[in-house]
């Protein structure tokens, strides 16, 4: 089983979302999400967006990047420029992929439903691809 870290800022939106999104519809591939800054709450719509999509656990919640250190991921996968220009070092060397998304905390419902929508088409398909799975 693959680890994957998805790492933002606040861990409220965007990574949790993430998290989830990989959790659900990647083969072999344990996701865990964190911020560099953790809010400590999870956004009421990104909550939202998950439980349409059926996928909403109380697994999920915002955590600070101490939480994770001791997990040896296999890539870690930062989704704002503020958590890819911090990334911090993990004890073992990992590969950091970037891939950006807009954050919707303080929008709409709808700005929630184009995150999930882009991480599905621009996330996921990269994470099939680097570890060849469904």
Known sequence: MKKVLVLCTGNSCRSIIAEA??????DGVKAYSSGV?????VNELAVRVLKEEGIWSDKYYSKKLEEVLH???D?????????KESCPMFPKKT???HIGFED????DIAEFRKTVKEIKERLLPKI???????
Do not use: H, Q, W
């Open 75 to 83: 890539l870690i996968v930062t989704v704002c420029d503020n958590a």
């Open 71 to 73: 997990i040896d991921f």
């Open 37 to 41: 800054k953790a809010s400590l709450y």
């Open 104 to 107: 919707p905390d303080g929008k």
């Open 95 to 97: 590969e950091v992929m």
């Open 128 to 134: 099939k691809e680097r570890y060849n799975v469904a």
């Open 21 to 26: 999104l990989i959790n659900s519809y990647v």
